[in-house]
């Protein structure tokens, strides 16, 4: 396994989330529960989802599926068929290892300590180079994901228990990861040692007995639960949650904290509050700063839903132009749907969004998303958007220019297919069709999210997508690490 740059789905034309993760201690419906999680972490994964259980006598029960959460558990009969106390769920956006049943997570091992179930999001960046190391020691691998490079380091530990082992393993692997595991003895959460994904601690107060404890990729599916939020797990942190309660482990050097600015830009749930920031409000704040930097004369403010609604809004408050819904989103196409014949994929931008020709004929349009990839959305919403009437179209994004590959856990193409890595604004502006186009700059970023600037010694966030400035050993991907376009020289 050698990755020359992470895969893509061909199809999206945008940075897609890949993964949700849950888990639960002490709940008598920790199944039904897991599956309510995951649905609220959708957004995270569309292809799959699985859930393991933990029922008294340390007997492990598993169901996985492809397809969403509401499809693979929305049958009464497959949560009654998985006991226990405690639950671990993960969904699904295939970032490494193909789409297949055999990848589907939570991981399920028999070790000589017992059954651990492991699910992961996030991406290990030296997990093809393990994997080669460990098939030549004789391990056989079941699937094609990076989680079970992970599993196999734990099972060849040389540690005594479980805990020790899982350090072992994680003090081997580089890359960006939250992992939620459960073995007989407990739940486990753990976060990267420069915390790029998130993961977060919630609590369901029981009246008479010891709480349920939640760990969850975001806050939303603490809220679905009906479970507090507690804190979020440190940058390196390992949680560990049992009968007695939960105890915190850091066994990894501190380091600089590199969460990914990305998640308040477009990964995250707008109603989810990330490190102590609110999404939304966030959103917002970056759609004010866009409009102060980079205003236009208009008529109206557009977003490209969903991902462009708050930032649309915060441009339209800050520069008091009104804020119309000029594309409407169908919230019920399906990428299965658009995939069967090219005369049906070609149309994927109409399936998806229709423009409301009353907010748009005669006026000049400020059109705000959060990102360009590609550009082949944003040009085809362009011309959407002058077909409907539009005088001018002026297109505003929440997020600098996306020059770099993400190898983090996000599923992006090739820096070759990146139009801002191969052009410079204006004439990004001609390719895609608009009359001007600007993005928010990198500085105005991070003083949305209430810094003076970015600082470059110490930026707190990972922002490599749009710097280069990769904090993880890009260990799989020597060409990239040393800032060479490998498909360039081929
Ligand atoms: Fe997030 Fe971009 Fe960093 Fe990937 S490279 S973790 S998308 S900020």
Known sequence: MTPTHPPHDAEEDRFREECGVFGVWNHADAAALTALGLHALQ????????IVTLAPGGVFHHHRGLGLVGDIFGDAKVIGALPGRAAVGHNRYATTGETALRNVQPLFADFAFGGFAVAHNGNLTNAATLRRELVRRGCLFQSSTDTEVLVHLIAISLYANVLDRLIDALRQVQGAYSLVALHQGGLIGVRDPLGVRPLVIGRLPHATAAPAWILASETCALDIVGAEFVRDVDPGEIVVIDDSGLRSIKPFEQQPRRFCIFEYIYFARPDSVVEGTGVYETRKRIGAELARESPVPADVVVPVPDSGVPAAMGYAAESGIPYELGIIRNHYVGRTFIEPTDQIRHLGVKLKHSANRATLNGRRVVLVDDSIVRGTTSRKIVEMVRNAGAAEVHMRISSPPTTHSCFYGIDTPSRRELLAAQHDVAEMARLIGADSLAFISLDGLYRALGRPGRDRAAP???????????????????????????????
């Not at 957004?43 to 699985?50: K, L, N």
């Open 43 to 50: 957004h995270r994964g569309q292809e799959a989802a699985g």
């Open 460 to 490: 707190g966030f990972c922002d490599a997508c749009f710097t280069g400035d990769y904090a993880i050993p890009l260990t799989d991907w020597p060409a990239e690490a040393a800032g060479r376009d490998p498909q360039a020289a081929s």
